[in-house]
């Protein structure tokens, strides 16, 4: 399995804009030097006040997902314990 990070993608300015942006984005494996990275996990931002509101949406989804895991996990070693 390869490991994936999450990672920031910057650039002085965006092509479309002529501003600076920025997006958080899924790195599979080592980091490479691709102008443009693949996987974006987050909308482009041209504001940091943008890229934290789109971080924060990350947490929250991630926060949910740990609270779902830890229901199924409990719930698996409740009906371990009981068998």
Do not use: W
């Not at 501003?19 to 790195?27: E, F, H, K, N, R």
């Not at 789109?54 to 779902?68: C, F, V």
Request: proline share 6%; with cysteine.
């Amino acid at each position: 399995m390869e490991a994936c990070n999450l990672e920031l993608f910057y650039a002085e300015s965006d092509p479309n804009t002529g501003m600076p942006s920025a997006y958080v984005y899924l790195q599979n494996g080592q980091p490479d030097n691709v102008a443009k990275p693949a996987k974006p996990m987050t909308l482009v931002c041209t504001s940091f006040n943008e890229l934290d509101v789109e971080i924060r949406k990350l947490h929250a989804g991630l926060d949910q997902i740990r609270s779902r895991a830890r229901k199924k996990f409990y719930e698996a070693q409740a009906a371990a314990a009981s068998a």
